[in-house]
């Protein structure tokens, strides 16, 4: 499936915002780290709708289009299913609906891991068809030559270490990581050659608080964690969990308001009125003049 959009580099590509602001600039994101310290954290939430990422957006510095709208729009069982397509329409929709944030897709499971070129040919594709300024890939040192070649070839990339949904099979499960020695040296190992490779940030999911500390002190670029400790120079979220859109609350999220209960005691007034015929009323109904 292929998109089209007019590409303004300074305005929402779809509707133009009353006052035009610059979207902010991979560069930009890569500087909040400067010798190793970030002042004020980078603020990034997801984003798949363009209606989710108009009201998300001038509260954040960057709207991932994560390959969890597996799970949280398509109901799948995890997000190895997501292709490439699914994530080029939702990226598309994501571009269309923000004018300030940084938008970063997800590569899915299956379109990078191969070899550099086949990275390349799907990134670039990514790229092309939404407009989005950047990539993510989960992967620590096994992904840092392929990483170093799509930044050498133009292509921006975000890492994504310790616990990496799409290796869900091999894992087992998606228990916080770097609680044995071992296990938390590999992902300090993953960190600097994620790091050393040129990724201009870098996910840090599911890992004892320590290692999330270890990991941004290890890394030149930003870490943006997810249940990774206070000590990441940015914090990400899933929007839907923190909105409280899900009954399961996993320990790393906060929720911020109790949406799910929103729309259904809306829904439920809704068909109630609808029932007893009381919508819609004299103000919903078109008259003859
Ligand atoms: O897919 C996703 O939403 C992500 C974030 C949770 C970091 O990778």
Known sequence: ?????????????????????????????????????????????????????????????????????????????????????????????????????????????????????????????????????????????????????????????????????QSVNTLGGYGARGRSDAEAAKIVADAKAVSDAGAFACVVEGVVAPLGEAVTKAMACPTIGIGASSACDGQVLVAEDMLGLFERVPRFVKRYADMAAFVSEAAAQYAADVRARVFPGDEQTYSVK
């Open 1 to 165: 499936m292929s998109t089209t959009f007019t590409i303004d580099t300074s305005t929402s590509r779809a509707t133009p915002t009353p006052q035009p602001m610059r979207r902010l600039t991979i560069p930009a994101i890569a500087a909040h780290k400067a010798n190793g310290t970030t002042a004020t954290p980078l603020v990034m939430l997801t984003a798949y709708t363009v209606r989710m990422a108009q009201l998300l957006d001038p509260h954040c510095d960057i709207l991932l289009v994560g390959d969890s709208l597996g799970q949280v729009i398509y109901g799948l069982p995890s997000t190895v299913p997501v292709t490439l397509e699914i994530m080029c329409a939702h990226g598309a929709a994501v571009v269309r609906g923000s004018y300030h944030s940084v938008v970063i897709i997800d590569m899915p499971f299956g379109s990078y891991e191969e070899s550099p070129e086949q990275a390349f040919r799907s990134c670039a594709r990514v790229l092309k068809e939404t407009g989005a300024a950047g990539v993510k890939l989960e992967g620590g040192a096994e992904m840092a030559e392929t990483i170093a070649f799509l930044v050498a070839r133009g292509i921006p990339v975000m890492g994504h270490i310790g616990l990496t949904p």
